[in-house]
């Protein structure tokens, strides 16, 4: 009886202090976020506002262009998404569920394009937007993502090499495409790992912070992550608001992580060989 | 080459066309250009001509800084790496049981990842205050007098790892998915056999996430060797205390956009190329010995 | 099967289709001015904020004189961005970067376009702008940058301390053996051996060794030449590391890890916990703002009893440098809008809502913030003979880093100081040399 008892109970503690860990910063920011500069960085240390300062959260949205700034975050976070996703599903497919001499290396040149520092390839990057027409505009932001990405495509591969050869060789047998046994069934499968993908891509996409700033030539088009940055001064910041500003910033993502759990962790049922 | 072989190249090449197209258009000329500029000693004007291995010559044996850096890096990755990934499976297998609330606790863990740097940076620092941070206040209550963290060169470094273990997000998540793909008849199985707990993870979880522990351990020294944006924000891009923050692309940052020494931080960037591709090549090599698919085409 | 093939051909044609669709869709590009002959100049700056906001206000003032002018401005803009838009060849008209260091080393690499000839015709009188400050933006007999606001760093000390301590308020330190002797009575520690006041910490905000350098009659670099390894250049940084040895390093960087936020009522300067700082002209604000009732006085910097004469009024300052970026389309106008910086009504409308402090001759005339004596000073400090800055320098970026991080060694007693320095000074010798060619 006490040894059914104690593992859920170790468990609960366990997730207890770990939870504790993760959430205690962010419940920091959202305890300055409601105080005022004064008390933020007092000495020693409270958590709970003498005057709770709602006033911080109006003066996050209105000192920034936060409506235009969310909506153009929202914008390249959806483009690059949209993107990635199938982007990265075919090439994955190409590389986990088909033989071909030359794939490996090919493969290979995919992971290595992740390994050279965004420093060094910054301004001829710069230049070949330029050439473009794309700077100063979005484009740089979301168009390189619907050609696949590395990160994307080296863990969807992973994912498609732990579905068994079997589902594919009988599909083959049954006459179906190569395209087909993609579309019809290893990416049904695979929905776990596809919006693993999608809500990893939507997360980075919206904290981005490099690339706006060195393609984005006009305040109008600036993303929040950007937009924060107005909170601070050359030797000072309104600190309760800045962190006011980030909790706004994480909320959504917050409350779309919440929901997307229900689509891709819990309740999916398999048919067939994966139980 | 076979009939098939030729038919499933062409297939093969189809699949993966939307990255070579992206590559050829995007990626191949910023890597080669900065693979010729890493020969010349061209600023970031791109003036400047060939000086064949001098740079490179410069950095293995020459510049002290460059050494710094790199050991600065090997330190986080050697340390960082295997903590991250721990705690993150540790994480994914709580989070993978039916708990109450579990939907809570995943957003909870993952919340850190999505704050924005600067809040987040911000933040740490105070945390990580070595009179009144949350840490040494409680170290404090037990009778410890804590270290005094970032204001200190031996031990700014662990206080960055900590900081970077608060979002090992990422990687708990794809553990996660890896964990929920896991077939439940293995289990079932393995209990019918007699297995136990520690027996059904060892047996059946390990070896059945082992490609997407193959896949956060490469991915885990690919962005630890490149690791950059906390630590630039914690020490205002200078590395500091005493350079005990300056870390290999800080230090190559600096080349290229404080000194405008673009060739010298283009060799930068491909000998860290090389010992991040090494490295990798290394570990894959390694990996058929311990990665198990059930269904590639090998 | 071809079938197949045909099939993820039918894929990228969808997914180019997407991509086709989507560029449609980029938001407004930022382009020439619709009315016909307004010229359009894109300023771009380092400011966020409320200083951004302070200067739309002198771009707007500057529209209303000049209306066939339109200027766009951009905040926010660090130097990694404006390099790479220079070199990726889409560069603002104007540039503003927050300090004078980079100067000759972008002048060097063809980054900016020398002003000689347009200081030649130009609209102010070029005499009115500080030298000092002018000096800064020149590099190989050329200028290539105007001064716009500076900061300048001095030695405020707490006047109650002082009265506490049976010392005259009125008599603040204006030798280095005077600094020692005031800051020893003005030392307290506990039982413990904890420090609960601090005379002064030379590493406190940040080790000011510039400042130190010239306070002890050394120089860091005369002429091409660097002087890291004279005399008196060493004899500051030991003084430093000697001042935290005495202290003890370890009970310095506890006391310091407990202090306040810097920008808040708590910081060490209000609460007595340090009697005398090295500190910027902002923190006559923030003393206003924060702490008013704080009995306070600013001094320059002291210097060595033998170089009292020489070295009067010491002070390490830096300017914000307005650059004209190589390739910009509208130079004309552009020398325009940098000519306006250069005027009281810009200089005046900025520093009075930003608190830094102007860079003209006249500025104590014509500014408001001159009223307060202790800020008047900070305007007559960097308009001295003794207003120091780094000499304009190819490697000034890296010599301020490797300086910096070799300081924070040396006050930690963790470094052979003479050693360090003469390898300092052979390698950064070798790269200004090479870089300067």
Redesign the interface.
């Known amino acids: 009886m006490k040894a059914k008892l104690l593992k859920p109970t170790l468990t609960s503690l366990g997730l207890a202090v770990a939870g504790l860990f993760f959430l205690l910063p962010f419940l920091w920011m959202i305890s300055t976020s409601l105080k005022t500069d004064a008390e933020a960085f007092s000495i020693p240390a409270h958590w709970i506002p003498r005057v709770i300062q709602w006033s911080n959260y109006k003066k996050a949205v209105t000192t920034i262009p936060f409506f235009q700034q969310t909506l153009n975050t929202l914008y390249i976070s959806v483009m690059t998404t949209v993107g990635t996703v199938i982007s990265s599903a075919l090439p994955a497919y190409g590389f986990a569920r088909i033989k071909w001499p030359g794939r490996d290396a090919l493969f290979t040149l995919v992971l290595a394009t992740m390994m050279l520092p965004f420093a060094v390839q910054m301004i001829p990057m710069y230049v070949i937007f330029r050439q473009l027409g794309w700077v100063n505009s979005f484009k740089p932001l979301w168009v390189p993502s619907f050609f696949g990405a590395a990160f994307n495509i080296f863990l969807l591969r992973q994912f498609f090499m732990t579905i068994p050869k079997e589902l594919s060789e009988a599909a083959r047998i049954d006459g179906l495409s190569e395209l087909g046994i993609f579309a019809r069934i290893i990416m049904p499968l695979s929905r776990p790992a596809v919006t693993t993908v999608a809500v990893l891509n939507f997360l980075w996409a919206w904290t981005m912070f490099l690339e706006p700033l060195i393609f984005l030539n006009d305040p109008k088009l600036y993303t929040l992550s950007l937009g924060l940055r107005a909170f601070q001064s050359a030797h000072t910041a309104q600190w309760a608001v800045l962190m006011a500003a980030g909790v706004i910033f994480t909320v959504p993502i917050v409350l779309l992580f919440f929901a997307a759990q229900r689509v891709f962790i819990e309740g999916i049922t398999l048919t067939g060989i994966k139980g | 080459m076979s009939r098939t072989q030729r038919r499933n190249l062409w297939l093969g090449l189809a699949f993966v066309s939307p990255w070579i197209v992206g590559f050829v258009l995007f990626l191949a000329f910023p890597m080669v250009q900065s693979l010729w500029y890493s020969f010349t000693d061209k600023n970031v004007m791109g003036a400047g001509g060939w000086v064949g291995l001098e740079n490179y010559r410069e950095l293995l044996l020459r510049d002290k800084l460059f050494r710094i850096s790199l050991y600065n890096t090997l330190y986080i990755t050697l340390l960082g790496v295997p903590l991250s990934l721990g705690l993150s499976l540790v994480l994914a297998l709580m989070l993978n049981l039916k708990v109450r609330g579990i939907s809570f606790y995943r957003t909870a863990f993952y919340i850190p990842s999505i704050v924005p740097a600067v809040a987040a940076s911000m933040l740490w620092m105070w945390v990580l205050n070595p009179r009144y941070g949350l840490i040494n206040d409680l170290l404090w209550r037990i009778g410890i007098k804590g270290p005094l963290w970032l204001g200190s060169p031996p031990w700014a470094k662990p206080a960055l790892i900590i900081m970077s273990l608060w979002g090992v997000g990422n990687t708990m998540l794809i553990y996660l998915s890896s964990l929920q793909d896991v077939p439940s008849q293995l289990y079932e199985a393995a209990e019918l056999d007699g297995a136990g707990v520690w027996s059904k993870f060892r047996h059946v979880t390990l070896p059945m996430i082992t490609p997407v522990t193959l896949f956060n351990l490469i991915m885990g020294i690919i962005n630890s060797f490149q690791y950059f944006t906390q630590a630039f924000i914690v020490s205002q891009g200078k590395g500091g205390p005493a350079n005990s923050t300056l870390f290999y692309t800080l230090y190559l940052y600096q080349k290229a956009f404080r000194d405008l020494q673009m060739g010298y931080a283009a060799a930068m960037g491909w000998i860290l190329f090389l010992i991040i591709l090494s490295l990798t090549l290394l570990i894959v090599r390694f990996s058929k010995s311990w990665v198990y698919y059930e269904g590639g085409e090998r | 099967?071809r079938?197949?093939?045909r099939?993820?051909?039918a894929?990228?044609a969808v997914?180019s289709v997407?991509?086709l669709a989507?560029?449609g869709s980029?938001?407004?590009?930022?382009g020439p001015a619709k009315d016909a002959g307004k010229v359009t100049i894109?300023v771009?700056h380092f400011?966020?904020?409320?200083?951004?906001e302070a200067f739309k206000k002198v771009a707007e003032a500057f529209m209303k004189a000049n209306p066939n002018i339109e200027v766009?401005?951009?905040?926010?803009a660090?130097?990694?961005?404006i390099?790479?838009?220079?070199?990726?060849?889409?560069p603002?008209d104007v540039a503003i970067l927050p300090e004078a260091e980079?100067i000759a080393?972008?002048a060097q690499?063809?980054?900016i376009e020398p002003i000689d000839s347009y200081l030649q015709s130009a609209s102010f009188d070029v005499k009115t702008v500080a030298p000092a400050a002018l000096a800064l933006g020149k590099w190989k007999g050329k200028q290539y940058a105007l001064p716009f606001m500076a900061d300048a760093w001095a030695l405020y000390y707490n006047k109650d301390l002082f009265k506490a301590a049976n010392l005259d308020p009125e008599k603040p330190p204006t030798t280095i053996e005077e600094l020692n002797a005031l800051a020893a009575k003005l030392t307290k520690k506990d039982g413990s051996g904890n420090l609960t006041q601090a005379g002064f910490i030379p590493s406190y905000t940040e080790n000011h060794f510039p400042l130190y350098i010239w306070a002890f009659g050394g120089e860091i670099m005369k002429d091409g030449k660097f002087q890291l390894t004279s005399p008196n250049t060493v004899a500051a940084i030991q003084w430093s590391a000697d001042f935290h040895k005495k202290l003890g390093v370890d009970a310095v960087?506890?006391f310091?890890?407990?202090f306040?936020?810097?920008?808040?009522?708590?910081a060490a300067l209000y609460t007595g916990k340090v009697a005398m700082a090295v500190d910027?002209e902002?923190q006559i604000r923030?003393i206003d703002e924060?702490s008013p009732k704080l009995n306070y006085g600013v001094v320059p910097f002291p210097v060595v009893a033998r170089e009292k004469d020489r070295l009067k009024g010491l002070t390490w300052f830096n300017v914000n440098s307005v650059i004209l970026p190589?390739g910009a389309k509208h130079s004309k106008e552009a020398w325009a809008f940098m000519q306006f910086l250069e005027t009281p009504a810009a200089m005046d409308l900025m520093t009075e809502s930003?608190f830094n402090i102007p860079t003209l001759t006249t500025s104590a005339s014509t500014n408001k913030l001159a009223q307060n004596p202790n800020f008047k000073m900070f305007i007559d400090l960097v308009n001295g003979p003794n207003a120091r800055a780094y000499e304009p320098n190819p490697?000034a970026?890296?010599l301020a880093?490797n300086l910096?991080?070799?300081v924070?060694?040396a006050d930690?007693g963790?470094v052979d100081i003479t050693k360090t320095l003469a390898e300092l000074q052979a390698?950064l010798q070798a790269?200004y040399d090479k870089?300067a060619k």
């Not at chain 3, 306040?260 to 708590?266: H, N, Q």
């Open positions: 099967m079938n197949g093939f099939q993820a051909l894929m990228v997914l997407f991509v989507g560029c980029s938001a407004n590009q930022a894109d771009w400011w966020e904020g409320h200083e951004s766009k401005v951009l905040d926010g660090d130097e990694a961005k390099l790479t838009a220079i070199s990726g060849g889409t603002p980079p080393q972008w690499s063809g980054a960087t506890r310091k890890s407990g306040g936020k810097y920008d808040s009522p708590e910027g902002w923030f924060f190589k930003i490697v970026g890296e880093d910096t991080a070799f924070e060694g930690q963790t390698k790269s870089a």
